[in-house]
């Protein structure tokens, strides 16, 4: 089992940047498949990345592709999401997500463990 907290949240303006953090507890961190998921208010969890456990194999929702970058650090036990260009829209809370073997990457009924979400809000 391991445990996930989830961190780097704020208020940033449309445009900016933030990169969110997902620092793991327990079990080998190296074994998991990881993914963040969002969801807006008043709106369905929905996949936004994907990092596989044998590092560059990265999946992205079309709705950020070519602006963030999801990546990990094994020896630190984390996983980052570096958010570009960040739009309205893009106010959610984030959470992060891991599994030891997936099917679907962007299916979150498929994520055993899950953070406890921090909280994006893009406006000026």
């Known amino acids: 089992q391991v445990q996930l907290v989830d961190s780097g949240g704020g208020l940033v303006q449309p445009g900016g940047s933030l990169r969110l953090s997902c620092t793991a507890s327990?079990?080998?961190?190296?074994?998991?498949?990881l993914a963040w998921f969002r969801q807006a208010p008043g709106k369905e969890r929905e996949f936004v990345a994907y990092c596989s456990r044998n590092p560059g194999a990265t999946y992205y929702a079309n709705s950020v592709k070519g602006r963030f970058t999801i990546s990990r650090d094994n020896a630190m036990n984390t996983v980052y999401l570096q958010m570009d260009s960040l739009k309205a829209e893009g106010t959610a809370v984030y959470y992060c997500a891991a599994v030891e073997r997936v099917n679907s990457v962007t299916d979150g009924a498929r994520y055993d463990f899950w953070g406890q979400g921090t909280q994006v809000t893009v406006s000026s």
């Open positions: 327990g079990r080998t961190f190296s074994i998991y498949n």
